[in-house]
């Protein structure tokens, strides 16, 4: 077809100004414009308020960044008496949990009537199940004192109450987004999961008349992440803890005395943590509130079952902890992560990725949850040539060297991955730091 030179000039202009409209002038395209972007994703153990600080001056590396924590919907009321106790307190990651924990321990002992720990771990699963419904702790022991059996619902027991293996039967999930270095609450969505008729149908064992001859006080030890790369969780756990034993107290402690509390680090270390149940063993305590990590609590469950003693978790989630050799011992508020992996790969999947990398710390917790939430993308079709699987050593001790995942963060980029989720604690933004010295795309790079 023929163009005279006007028409060919025209056209030459308008091309030009398409091309760079659409930025497509060869070699001089920006990468931006080619580059998938990756989305960061996150779970219970660094989605909160303390994980950019981990980053330093490179915090903002976390906006946009999604995950999943098992939490309800506080009631503000409970948050306003959480600040009573800690009124510097930044977040409320597992301190229902850590409430619930305490409360449920000392209604045990008040049923059982007795600080026998064997005697306490009989009646912990009836309390949440089969009873006259109570939610606080002054009306659960009334009612208790009376000889009734009750069904105690609080803060994170909320629609049934414990299995059979002595964990929720449902729980709550959050979804939650980081705006910029500070998760945006407006933004916090909320799900469902688990299975009432899970919850035990057993009747406890009928206990004497709770006159508490003898026995009291009751004594509960803690084995809480004080120091160590789950730290980051502790303020809120710590303020759970303080504010029901302080309510417990207030209505007249348990089998008539008040509730005793010593404290104690876990240190999110095996080491550190047997030497703090050793020291609670020889301290007379009856319940240790703990672990902070599924790993910790499994290093040390065998040392708490052979003392004849309870291990009470307000943060596990790792699923193998649900038939440990526990002699019906251990229990825990938090919820399993069989539960967990199915919210947060939905959380995923919303955004559509087509290629997804999965970041775990080698321990029970981290592989635990990888394998969960890899079981369901494959159910939903993301298959092995889809997903990549990647773990990191977390390092125990003060000592330990500093992660290097730059080898992980060169796999990740080589597989072309536009979504990466980090199961880990406080040291996982080691992850994030390698990632972005990488070159990965990350979304919040792109944003500024």
Partial sequence: MHMSRGSRTAALVACAALLLATSACGDDQPEEATTQQVRLYGTDGNMSNSYP????????????????T??????EDF????????????GFLYAAEAYDAVVISALAAEVAGTTDPAAIAKQIIGVTNEGTRCGTPAQCLRLARDGEDIEYRSVSITRAGFTDAGEPATASYATLHFDGERLNDAKTEFVGAGDESAASAKAPPRAGDPTGDGDAPLVLGGLLPKTGDLALAYPPLAAGVALAIQEINKAGGVLGED???????DGTNPEVAKATVARHLDGGVHVIIGAGGSGISAAVLEDVVKAGRILFSPSNTAATLTDAEDNGLYFRTAPPDSLQGRALAD??????PQKIAIVARKDSYGEGLQDVVRSELERAGFGGDKVRLLSYEPGEG???????FSDGAKQIKEFGADAVLIIGFGESAAVVRALADANVPLAALARR
């Fill in 70 to 75: 098992p939490l309800t919907p506080l009631p």
């Fill in 259 to 265: 509730v005793v509390w010593i404290d104690g680090d």
């Fill in 53 to 68: 600080d981990e980053l330093g001056d490179r915090a903002s590396l976390v906006d946009g960044m999604k995950g999943t």
């Fill in 398 to 404: 003060a000592d330990a060297p500093p992660i290097d």
């Fill in 347 to 352: 959380v995923i999947l919303r955004d559509g």
């Fill in 79 to 90: 948050k306003k008496r959480l600040r009573t106790v800690d009124p510097q307190l930044d």
